[in-house]
């Protein structure tokens, strides 16, 4: 056997030591690729298991939160409306008021005006009776003498 055939006896040696060291860390990480994906497949079966009552109430939480918002919503609504019909019949109510005290102004003007001319004509028939005393004092100073 030559020099060459050593080398080519060894250099195939090598290579298949190194293809047989390949194949035994292959062998190797598919093993640990196992163990991984049966712990990744607990860890899915676990969290799948936990998260699942977590989602119903989450689901269950959205759902009421919407409830909850239509009904504020609806109230809300409702009490823009009560406001607006308040305001409305406020309106008419100040409305109706203010032509009310329009005409009791007025019914105090006629009134007014009528006292004032009832204390005008007092007042003249009270200066007439005055005058009529007093001529009727002087008349009778003048005929029955006592005046003097």
Known sequence: MGWTDVVTALAVTVIALL??????SMLTMI???RSLMNA??????????EARPTLES?????TDT?????TVRDEINALAKTSKS???RVGDLADGVEDRLQ???ALVDVVYEEVEETALDVAAALRTTRRSISI?????RAFLGRGR
């Not at 293809?19 to 035994?24: G, N, P």
């Open 19 to 24: 293809l047989l060291a390949i194949v035994v």
């Open 31 to 33: 093993r640990e690729s």
């Open 40 to 49: 990744l497949e607990r860890l899915t079966r676990m969290l799948e298991e």
């Open 58 to 62: 989450a689901r269950t939480l959205v």
């Open 66 to 70: 919407a409830a909850v918002v239509t």
């Open 86 to 88: 308040v305001r409305e």
């Open 103 to 105: 005409d009791i102004e």
């Open 136 to 140: 009727g004092r002087a008349m009778k």
